[in-house]
C-alpha cells in the first residue's frame, strides 16, 4: 500500500528534523507511523511497542543533537520510528531480513546507535556508564535513556538508579509506561503540573531555595529538603523514584506533541542531577487491530495492513512450544504439586495454556529472571514442583540464581528451555547458543534436548517424574519435523540414548534439533555407500557412556552434532573418551556445534547452513573425516 510522506521525504537524519517548524511535527510523526505499518506489514517484526513511541521518537530527536547527544533503546524492539530517522529509511523493509537491518539497535549498524539492546533493562546502566565517561573526559552531551515499563520489573534497572541517584549525574530517563502499570494520563492538569515541574522558572525558584535552604541549620535544611520532595510528590507522583535520587516529572501523554515537546525541552536544560520523566503511551497507537490486541501485534508476520490478518505459513507439525505447554497441562492434571513461572513470557514460553487453566498455580514475576530462578528454589525447598519456563538467551541473566540457590543446593527446579539453537529474524541476541555449556559445567544438573516433538512430550513427562535435583530439557523454536506422537508419554531412563537407524562405518551422534538433519545426512551417505548410524543421545547429562563406547568401537568415524556453543556436548563426549583411554587407535571423531562467533539474522535455515548444521554439512563433515574431499557434494546438488 502506498503511503504518502511529503513531510517523511525530508528527513533522511535528524538534523533535517530540527529544521522543521514545531507546528509540523504533528504531521511528521502521523507520517512515519504510517511508514512503520506499512514497512512491518512487508517484513514482519515487532510492530505494537514502537508505534506506541513514535511521538516521543520525533520529539527527542527534534530537541536533542543526536547522535552527539547519547539515545539509548531499552528493549531495541521500540527502535523501528528512530531508525527510520536517522539514516536507514531506505533499508527498513530489510528489517530482520538476512543482510538487512536488525530488529534491534546495534553500535555497528549506525552511530545513532550508542549502545546494542534486545534484552530488558540494560539502558539505564549503559546511560550512567556514558554520563560519567563523558564527566571524566570533560565533555559536555547529554545522555537519555529510554526504559519500557515491563523493563521496569527488572532489578537492574533499579540498580542502577540506585547508584545514579547516588553519583547525582546529569543524566534523562524516560519511563515509557505503555502498560498504565504505574499510573494513567491524568489529562489537562498533569501536563501542566509537569511543565509547571520542569519549567526554567520553577527550577530557579528550586536553584535559589536549596541555596537558601543551606544557610539554615542542618536539621532545618534536610525537613526543608523532605518538605519540598515529598509536598510535589503528592501531586505528581514518584516518590519511589524520588527515593532513589531522581527528580520525577510526569505523567504526561506521550501522544500529545505539545506537552511532550514543552517538557521535554525543560528538561534537557536541567543538569543538576538526573531526571525521571514518566511518558504514557499506547502500544500499536494509531493502527486499530495492534491497538485492540496488543498481545497478538507485538511480534507479527507479514501482515495485510487493511485487514490486519497476518500471513502465517501453515505446517502439518505443531510447534515445540504448543506441545511442551500441552504436555504441561497434561502434567499439571495429575500432579497439583506443579506449578508453572514465567518473566512476563507466557505466550513465548507455552505457558498460556497451563495459566488458563491453573491460574493460581502460574506465577507471572515479570522481567525478572534471577527472581523467577530463585523464586522456583523457594518452591521447590517447599515440596512443589516448579518449572521455571524461561528462553534459553534469557535464562544467562539469571546464571548465579541456578548455580547458588538451584544446583548447589540440588532443589528439583525444572528449566524447559524454549529458543535453544538459532532463531533467525531475532538473531544473536537472541539464539540459545549457551546453555548446554553453561548448565553442563554444573553438579547434579540433568539435561535434556528433544530431537523431535514425540521426544519433547517424554522429556516433559520425565522431568515431572524426576525429584533428584535440578533438570532442564531444551527444544527449538518453530515446528516439529512432524513425527507421530506417542497417545501416552515415557519417563526416560536417566542418562539413555536411542538408536534411531542402524549403519556401520559412519555414526552421526545427535544431541537435540538437528536429529532429522542427521537422518538426511545418513541418506546422502548411504547413496555413496557409506552406511551410517544415527544415535539420538536424549542426554547430554548425564552422558550415555555405553552408547558413545558402542559407537566408536563399531566404525570407523563418530561425528557429534548438537545446536549449541563449543564446551557443550561435544566437549563432554570427548571429555569422556580422554578419561576412558577410547581416543586412540585411529578413530575419527569431530564434534559439530555453532561457529565460534555471533551469527547475523537471517532465516533459520541459513543459519544452520552457514553454521554447517544442516544434512550437506554434516555429511561433509563424515566425508572430510573420511579423507573423500572429492566426493564432498555442494548445497543445491541434486545428486545428494
Not at 504526561?252 to 528538561?267: A, P
Not at 551422534?509 to 544415535?535: F, P
Not at 566404525?555 to 557443550?568: A, F, M
Request: hydrophobic share 40%.
Amino acid at each position: 500500500m502506498a503511503v504518502e510522506t511529503p513531510l517523511l521525504d525530508k528527513v533522511t537524519l535528524p538534523a533535517d528534523l530540527r529544521d522543521l517548524d514545531r507546528s509540523q511535527l504533528r504531521q511528521l510523526a502521523d507520517e512515519l507511523r504510517e511508514e512503520v505499518i506499512d514497512a512491518v506489514s512487508v517484513t514482519g517484526g515487532h510492530l505494537g511497542a514502537g508505534l506506541g513511541v513514535v511521538e516521543l521518537t520525533v520529539a527527542l530527536h527534534y530537541l536533542f543533537n543526536t547522535p552527539d547527544d547519547k539515545l539509548i533503546w531499552d528493549v531495541g524492539h521500540q527502535c523501528y520510528p528512530h531508525k527510520i530517522l536517522t539514516g536507514r529509511r531506505d533499508r527498513i523493509r530489510t528489517l530482520r531480513q538476512e543482510g538487512g537491518l536488525s530488529g534491534f539497535t546495534r553500535r555497528v549498524e549506525s552511530e545513532y546507535d550508542p549502545f546494542g539492546a534486545a534484552h530488558a533493562a540494560t539502558s539505564i546502566s549503559a546511560a550512567l556508564g556514558m554520563a560519567v565517561a563523558r564527566d571524566m573526559k570533560g565533555e559536555d552531551n547529554r545522555v537519555i535513556a529510554v526504559i519500557g515499563d515491563g523493563s521496569m520489573s527488572a532489578g537492574m534497572a533499579y540498580e542502577a538508579m540506585n547508584n545514579a541517584g547516588d553519583l547525582g549525574k546529569r543524566l534523562t530517563v524516560i519511563l515509557n509506561d505503555n502498560d498504565m502499570s504505574i499510573a494513567p494520563p491524568v489529562g489537562a492538569m498533569s501536563a501542566y503540573l509537569a511543565r509547571a515541574a520542569s519549567s526554567g522558572a520553577y527550577q530557579g525558584f528550586r536553584s535559589f531555595a536549596k541555596q537558601l535552604a543551606k544557610k539554615l541549620p542542618k536539621t532545618l535544611y534536610e525537613k526543608a529538603a523532605k518538605a519540598e520532595e515529598y509536598s510535589r510528590a503528592m501531586v505528581t507522583g514518584g516518590t519511589l523514584f524520588e527515593e532513589l535520587g531522581f527528580y520525577y516529572v510526569g505523567p504526561i501523554d506521550g501522544h500529545n506533541m505539545d506537552h511532550l515537546i514543552d517538557v521535554l525541552e525543560n528538561v534537557r536544560d536541567i543538569d543538576d542531577g538526573p531526571v525521571l520523566v514518566h511518558v504514557v503511551t499506547q502500544k500499536g497507537k494509531g493502527y486499530a487491530p495492534a491497538e485492540t490486541s496488543a498481545d497478538k501485534y507485538h511480534g507479527v508476520a507479514k501482515f495485510d495492513v487493511i485487514s490486519g490478518k497476518q500471513h502465517k505459513g501453515k505446517s502439518n507439525a505443531p510447534s515445540y512450544t504448543s506441545v511442551f505447554g500441552q504436555q504441561l497441562v497434561e502434567e499439571g492434571r495429575r500432579d497439583e504439586k506443579i506449578v508453572g513461572i514465567t518473566a512476563a513470557m507466557p505466550d513465548g514460553t507455552g505457558l498460556t495454556k497451563f495459566m488458563e487453566e491453573f491460574p493460581d498455580r502460574t506465577f507471572d514475576v515479570g522481567i525478572a529472571e534471577q527472581h523467577a530462578v530463585t523464586f522456583a528454589a523457594g518452591l521447590a525447598a517447599e515440596g512443589l514442583k516448579p518449572y521455571a519456563a524461561i528462553y534459553s538467551t534469557f535464562l544467562q541473566r539469571a546464571y548465579d540464581s541456578v548455580v547458588h540457590d538451584v544446583a548447589l543446593q540440588n532443589l528439583p527446579v525444572r528449566f524447559p528451555l524454549d529458543r535453544a539453537g538459532l532463531v533467525g529474524a531475532d538473531g544473536a541476541t537472541h539464539a540459545g547458543a549457551f546453555d548446554l555449556a553453561y548448565l553442563g559445567c554444573l553438579p547434579n544438573m540433568v539435561i535434556m534436548a528433544a530431537g523431535d516433538e514425540a521426544e519433547l512430550v517424554h522429556m516433559t513427562h520425565t522431568s515431572a517424574m524426576y525429584d533428584e535435583g535440578p533438570i532442564a530439557f531444551r527444544f527449538p523454536r518453530g515446528e516439529g519435523i512432524g513425527v507421530e506422537m506417542p497417545e501416552r508419554p515415557l519417563v526416560l531412563e536417566l542418562g539413555k540414548g536411542r538408536i534411531v537407524k542402524e549403519g556401520t562405518k559412519v555414526a552421526l551422534l545427535s544431541l537435540g534439533g538437528r536429529l532429522g538433519e542427521c537422518l538426511k545426512a545418513a541418506d546422502m551417505l548411504g547413496a555413496q555407500g557409506l552406511s551410517t548410524t544415527v544415535a539420538d543421545a536424549r542426554f547430554a547429562k548425564p552422558l550415555d557412556h555405553d552408547l558413545v563406547r558402542r559407537l566408536v568401537k563399531e566404525h570407523e568415524v563418530v561425528i557429534t552434532v548438537e545446536e549449541g556453543s563449543q564446551g557443550g556436548f561435544g566437549a563432554f563426549v570427548l571429555h569422556y573418551l580422554s578419561d576412558e583411554g577410547l581416543l586412540d587407535g585411529g578413530l575419527k571423531i569431530r564434534t559439530l556445534t555453532l561457529p565460534d562467533f555471533y551469527q547475523d539474522h537471517a532465516s533459520p535455515a541459513r543459519m544452520y547452513e552457514e553454521a554447517g548444521l544442516d544434512a550437506m554439512g554434516i555429511a561433509n563433515a563424515a566425508r572430510r573425516a573420511l579423507g573423500m574431499e572429492k566426493m564432498i557434494v555442494q548445497a543445491g546438488d541434486i545428486r545428494a
